[in-house]
């Protein structure tokens, strides 16, 4: 998408968004679309929102699921709470190091996967557990996340 | 005791994508029964009979919280369903939310009507997005019925708000900036929620199980629900159990039940070094007090249980638990922001047999005074584990 378009699109939304008042909707949305919140970005939506760019940084850097630098098409967001921690999460980590050859907060060569160490995901009845963009996977093995990694 | 189905009553019974299941088992009957026959303030005299509290972990009065709001000249409320289930080991929210959203929504809309709301928000964590159209499905319906929205002359909504990953967003004033599109810092309090909550309006801010209680509350009334329970915890909790146990799960009992039957006897721990009640901010329960019964008098939290088994280091977990609070820690006070990344250091020290004794003087003053002198709940609880591990299981950390 052109950046002209993209900004024209961002205004279409920005209206809808601020009937609800609901900025860090409207935000993630931004993020939707352009896979993360680029210096571009960050300063499209303070001035459509009409707030400082500060404002928008500092937003974007507190959660967790917003980035400021471009993420891989699949975010693998795996847990290191407590629960999954007990069943080895470390497995699961080392598992995805090795097959894209990345480290957690990397981004694999050809921009298909990154991975992330995340807090709890609610899901410690089938840990270790992992999240892929929306999708939770849970009491993984090697070969199940072997298995996973494929189909995407 | 055995287990005891309230809030989980639908769980597995009815179709959650279909209202008519939920219709066919005395759904929003509670709802219709309020608003026909009952005053708001009828409600909320229920339900301050009924004697529930907060399921969230605080274990607030939810009847005194409602009372509350009303008390504000503000005539624009808020009713918030607090759905971002953060806490490490707790996924009950999770499992309602699945397998009976109706439940939920009705426990709304009876706030709604106690409080005076014009509007009611469900603010459901990033991490289950996968939730998000079950929850708005089910609100659809619910407005096609007549339940929400403008039909009969019913102008109370909901909308669903999702979070964008922040543990500290579960923190009810965190949350409410969050919703207002801003860092979800903790705000300083008072004033409290009930006075000057969403957008500086009245709100009752209220867990996903304490508002899956309230339509049995209303359709059965608060004699029913005050005989289960204990003397200053009625009705039954929801609990999430995790780690070392054979039946990993979800479990409803009456309130007061003893931790042994859930951990031992339901979830099949064996060899049970001790049990973790309330999350990374919970307690830590040795084998030998595992007769203490779960309730707000002793503990409790948002009934997230989690299981060591003897094998475990101790110490590894509470330092997991730590480095876990120093990455969900919002900055903004220094107790918190510090103590959590000093408590982490020592810990990692301690894990690799370089702790000292001065360390230990260290974390215990540390804790006490993150416990003192943090902004919120986040930092005032984070040392909970530590200090128990302190107090329990001092041989671990033999310097």
């Known amino acids: 998408m052109s950046d002209e378009n993209l900004s024209l699109e961002l205004e279409k939304l920005c209206i809808h968004y601020k009937r609800h008042d609901d900025l860090l909707s409207f935000i993630k949305k931004v993020h939707e679309k352009c896979g993360y919140l680029s210096p571009e970005n960050i300063k499209n939506v303070a001035s459509l929102w009409n707030v400082s760019v500060g404002e928008i940084y500092g937003l974007t850097t507190f959660y967790v699921f917003l980035s400021t630098k471009p993420l891989g098409q699949n ?23 090795k097959k894209f050859n990345i480290r957690p907060g990397g981004v694999t060569e050809d921009g298909k996967f990154s991975l992330q160490l995340v807090s709890c995901i609610g899901a ?23 298995t996973i990694l494929k189909g995407l | 005791m055995p287990e005891k189905r309230i809030v989980l009553e639908n769980c597995g019974v009815i179709d959650p994508s279909d209202i008519n299941t939920y219709l066919s088992r005395d759904g929003f009957k509670a709802l219709e029964k309020a608003r026909k026959h009952m005053t708001p303030q009828q409600v909320i005299n229920e339900v301050k009979r009924s004697g529930l509290r907060g399921r969230g972990g605080a274990g607030f009065p939810t009847g005194l919280k409602w009372e509350l709001c009303t008390k504000s000249p503000e005539k624009e409320r808020f009713v918030i369903c607090n759905a971002d289930e953060g806490e490490v080991g707790t996924f009950k929210d999770r499992y309602i939310i699945q397998n009976d959203p109706f439940g939920i929504i009705e426990g709304i809309a009876l706030a709604g009507y106690a ?32 339940f929400l929205g403008e039909k009969n002359n019913e102008s109370f ?55 899956a209680n309230i339509p049995h509350i209303i ?3 608060a004699e029913w629900f005050s005989q289960i329970g204990t003397q200053q915890s ?9 780690g070392d146990v054979e039946k990993p799960g979800i479990y409803e009992l009456p309130m007061g039940t003893p931790l042994r039957e859930l951990v031992e006897e339901l979830a099949q721990a064996k060899d049970l070094k001790a049990a973790q009640v309330g999350g990374a901010s919970g307690r830590l329960i040795p084998e030998e007090k595992l007769d203490t019964p779960l309730a707000f008098e002793t503990v409790l939290g948002a009934g997230a249980v989690i299981v060591f088994s003897k094998g475990r280091n101790i110490i590894q977990v509470v330092r997991r638990n730590i480095e876990f609070f120093a990455e969900e820690s919002c900055g903004k006070c220094v107790p918190c922001r510090e103590g959590t990344q000093v408590m982490s250091d020592i810990l990692r020290r301690f894990s690799l047999g370089q702790g000292t004794k001065e360390d230990l003087t260290i974390l215990e003053e540390l804790s006490n005074a993150m416990m003192l002198a943090s902004l919120c709940g986040l930092g005032q609880a984070a040392p909970n584990s530590v200090s128990d591990s302190l107090l329990y299981f001092r041989s671990e950390y033999d310097t």
């Open chain 2, 115 to 146: 409080i005076g709301a014009s509007k009611g928000y469900i603010y459901l964590r990033a991490e289950y997005h996968y939730l998000r159209d079950l929850l708005e499905n089910a609100i659809e319906q619910a407005k096609t019925k007549g």
């Open chain 1, 75 to 97: 975010v693998v967001r795996v847990c290191r709470s407590t629960p999954c921690y007990l069943e080895n999460c470390d497995m699961v980590i080392e598992t995805i190091e």
């Open chain 2, 234 to 242: 009625k009705g039954t909790k929801v609990f999430s159990v995790s």
């Open chain 1, 124 to 146: 410690c009845d089938q840990a270790p557990a992992m999240l892929i963009n929306d999708e939770l996977y849970g009491n993984l093995t090697p070969g199940k996340i072997e």
């Open chain 2, 157 to 211: 909504g909901i909308e669903v708000r999702e979070g964008a990953g922040a543990y500290v967003c579960g923190e009810e004033t965190a949350l409410m900036e969050s919703i207002e599109g801003k860092r979800g810092e903790a705000r300083y309090r008072p004033p409290f929620p009930p006075e000057h909550g969403l957008w500086q309006k009245p709100t009752s801010i209220n867990n996903v199980e304490t508002l």
């Open chain 2, 219 to 221: 359709f059965r009334g």
